[in-house]
């Protein structure tokens, strides 16, 4: 009998992506999919052979419906705490009713366990969110890919290619950063989901960067010389991103306001991978830093 993976937040980036690439792996995808999500989004999925179902998340039974046969879940939710602790328990409670024995939670991020609390309140909702799932009786496998490589064509300090600079903060000029492709991660994310032995934390990258190197390759690709910069320690930074919080308040709403874009940069070099489980899964084909780069070169 195939695999029957149920996806939470299928409309989304990449949750649309992890269909498709459990698709091309032979299992059966099960989408779910909210009243009010856009119909054609919900129609592409359809079109491509997915089944959804449009279900109200507050609904416990037609949770627990959704999740009848179901051999592992993939959240790829996005959103604060009513989605990601919320929304999310929702569904691992009615996964737990239903006998699914697996849930990859949506967490996609840098490794969150290496960071203390209040380093970043959206790492901080995936903890509060991971306490509550650990006391179920459901498998949790969390993927933890780093940025997303595209954060890399937004002009952040990192890559600022108005100004030719490379932001960096004291002695992290050869500090290697996690960036892995939306793509990657979501080829990698299927294969965990239809892997029963998959264990509690996987970590991957597509690739790894350090402020040097990417003073390299930009001048290399952008034909033009770039500056490393530094930003002064990391303690200032968490200071400053302290302050703009504090004076941003109605960004407690928001999922990405200016100082939680802030806490991703502080993350990047605050935590990175010791170890990637890149090769658990052989013939992925991992986007570069070069192709990256080269392709934000427009
Ligand atoms: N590492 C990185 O650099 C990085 C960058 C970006 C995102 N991420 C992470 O990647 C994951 C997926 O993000 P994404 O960018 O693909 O998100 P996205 O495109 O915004 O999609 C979010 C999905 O969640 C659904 N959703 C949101 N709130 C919901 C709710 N209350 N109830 C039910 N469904 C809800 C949305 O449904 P509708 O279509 O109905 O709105 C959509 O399907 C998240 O964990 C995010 O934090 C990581």
């Known amino acids: 009998m195939k695999n029957i993976i149920l ?27 909210r009243p009010e999500s856009n ?8 079109e491509a052979g997915i089944e959804t179902l449009v279900v109200d998340f507050s609904n416990s039974s037609q949770l627990v419906a959704a999740c009848s046969g179901v051999s592992c879940i993939v959240s790829a939710l996005a959103g604060l705490k009513e989605t990601i602790v919320e929304v ?22 840098t490794d969150y366990t290496q960071l203390p609390e209040g380093s970043n309140r959206n790492f ?4 509060i969110f991971t306490a509550l799932a650990e006391k179920r009786p459901v498998r949790l496998t969390s993927v933890f890919n780093g940025a997303f490589s595209y ?4 002009g952040i300090p990192l890559l600022n290619t108005k100004e030719q600079s490379i932001a960096f903060y004291d002695g992290k000029a ?5 960036f892995t492709s939306l793509e990657d991660t979501a080829a990698f994310t299927a294969e965990a989901a239809l892997d029963d032995t998959a264990p509690r934390y996987l970590r991957i990258a597509g690739f790894r960067v350090s402020p040097e190197d990417l003073v390299r390759l930009s001048g290399k690709i952008f034909g033009t010389p770039f500056q490393l910069q530094n930003q002064g320690s990391l303690e200032q930074f968490s200071e400053t991103i302290q302050k703009v919080r504090t004076a941003h308040p109605e960004g407690e709403q928001e999922l990405y306001p200016a100082w939680q874009q802030m806490q991703y940069l502080y993350s990047m070099f605050a935590a990175h991978h010791d170890q990637l489980d890149n090769a658990r899964y052989p013939g992925l084909n991992w986007q570069n830093a070069e192709e990256t780069l080269r392709s934000s070169h427009i």
């Open 124 to 127: 901080d909702l995936r903890k």
């Open 88 to 109: 999310q328990t929702q569904l691992l409670d009615a996964a737990a009713e239903a006998g699914v024995p697996r849930f990859i939670p949506s967490d996609f991020c």
């Open 174 to 178: 050869d500090w290697k950063i996690d």
């Open 7 to 33: 996806v939470a937040g299928a409309t989304g980036s990449l949750g649309e992506k992890i269909c498709r690439e459990l698709q091309t792996r032979g299992a059966n995808v099960r989408a779910l999919i």
């Open 151 to 154: 954060v890399l064509r937004f």
């Open 39 to 46: 119909p054609e989004k919900t129609e592409a999925l359809k």
